[in-house]
């Protein structure tokens, strides 16, 4: 079996990881991948957002199956374009993907199937944007519409806040295209978790609840970012709390994709917000998170590869993954500066170290450069480690962030750390 794994994040490195110990698979391939792929993949420079190129690179190498990491990609068609050519592909389809690259799109979906949500409105013209939010109770949350790597949110904290984000996207078009369209949805208070559940269009498979660590800096604060670490289990969702997200929220979100012929082999992981009424969506991902798959994947026993080939070809009824009941936390390294500018071009020392004293490091912005890992984007490595609970696997995996270095290497050191009494 030749496998071609699409993208080059952290996120791609731990799926490169885990399906590399696939005794099914004779061939690996990443595109484009990084310096940490390199070393269980053959890396083939095409990006990831160049469809034509994937397709091509996948039907010239014989790839069996593809698995396509990010969203943006999915999102442009690129399942459909390789069901097209014959391709089997882990993803779905461009129509069903809009319900992580449309906001508004998914929350009528939400709406017509039932599935709990926040209050929300959409808007495109900036005067009747400002009349609703005028007559909002406060915080209010402003979103763009469409893809936006996770900088098109502004929780308001009173009208002038909300105005000024309401004219940013839809006077000044800040964020072009993913601006156009704005959701003003009610402001939801609670703690957050990540499930991720693999689908194909039948039934639904869950893995283990995570939590991220969406903001730049320590205590939640700073901007957000596409994820700073995360821990596995999030110990925010208990056996009744689970059953509870599969039935008010799995159960109807595959009655919603057969009511609306939408064609979904691939990953759902809903961004849930833990309210006092219950488990509520905040968004919808159409792909595995990054950095959720660093700590789920270590967690799985179970072949990586059958599962996502039974997702697509709809036998998720017939699998029984195992998962490691120890905890693992995901610590992320960026470049000083992420998510506004930084530098890149710098030697990154000690990733040997770290995996000997037990930890796994998953690169994100690395590539090579004359035998040396440099860094090349914002989020650089993701270091994980496992531990009997969540203390003992946050204290490894800074223990490896520690062996670690690059110049104005940037992190959080409350990753994983107990919730606030
Ligand atoms: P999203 O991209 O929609 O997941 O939003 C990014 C982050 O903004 C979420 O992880 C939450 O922390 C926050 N957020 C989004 N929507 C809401 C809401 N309705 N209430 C409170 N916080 C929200
Ligand atoms: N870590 C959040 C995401 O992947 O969207």
């Known amino acids: 079996m030749t496998v071609l794994v699409v993208g080059g994040g952290g996120r791609e490195h731990a799926l490169v990881w885990k399906l590399a110990q696939s005794p099914r698979l004779k061939r690996l391939i990443c595109a484009p991948g990084n310096a940490g792929t390199a070393s269980l993949a053959e890396n083939i420079p095409v990006a990831a957002s160049d469809l034509a190129g994937i397709v091509d690179l996948a039907v010239r190498e014989e790839a069996d199956f593809v698995v396509v990491g990010p969203d943006d990609p999915l999102a442009a068609g690129l399942v459909d374009r390789l069901q097209a050519v014959g391709v089997r592909a882990f993803g779905p389809t461009a129509s069903a993907a809009r319900l992580e690259s449309s906001k508004s799109f998914a929350k009528d979906f939400m709406r017509r199937h039932g599935i709990p949500t926040a209050r929300a409105e959409k808007f495109t013209d900036f005067s009747a944007a400002c009349t609703h939010a005028r007559n909002q109770s406060y915080p209010l949350v402003i979103k763009a519409d469409g893809l936006a790597l996770g900088k098109g949110v502004t929780i308001a ?139 789920l994947l270590p967690r799985l026993k179970t072949d990586l590869f059958d599962l996502l080939e039974a997702a697509a070809e709809g036998r998720l009824d017939a699998e029984r993954p195992e998962w490691d009941s120890r905890a693992a936390c995901c ?38 450069e004359e035998g040396r890992t440099v860094t090349s984007g914002g989020r650089v490595l993701g270091v994980t480690a496992m531990g009997r609970d969540a203390a003992e696997a946050v204290g490894a995996a800074y223990a490896g962030v520690r062996r670690i270095g690059f110049e104005n290497a940037a992190w959080r050191n409350d990753i994983g750390a107990p919730e606030p009494a």
């Open 157 to 295: 904290a009173d009208y002038p806040a909300a105005e000024h984000a309401l004219e940013e996207a839809l006077v000044q078009g800040a964020f072009g295209e993913a601006g156009r369209i704005v959701v003003i949805e009610e402001f939801l208070s609670g703690c957050e978790a990540s499930i991720h559940a693999l689908v194909d269009g039948k039934s639904w498979l869950m893995f283990p609840d995570a939590r991220d660590h969406k903001r730049a800096l320590d205590g939640d604060l700073g901007p957000n970012t596409g994820g700073m670490g995360t821990l596995s289990p999030s110990g925010r969702v208990d056996d009744a709390l689970r059953r509870r997200i599969e039935s008010d929220i799995l159960a109807p979100f595959l009655r919603g994709l057969q009511a609306d012929g939408l064609a979904y082999r691939g990953m759902i992981f809903p961004g849930l917000m833990l309210t006092a009424e219950g488990p509520k969506v905040l968004e919808f991902n159409a792909r595995f998170g990054d950095p959720e798959t660093q700590v």
């Open 331 to 368: 610590v992320v390294m960026a470049s000083g500066g992420y998510p506004g500018s930084y530098r890149t071009g710098f030697t990154v020392t000690g990733c040997g170290e770290a995996e000997a004293g037990g930890a796994l490091v998953f690169h994100a912005g690395t590539r090579l």
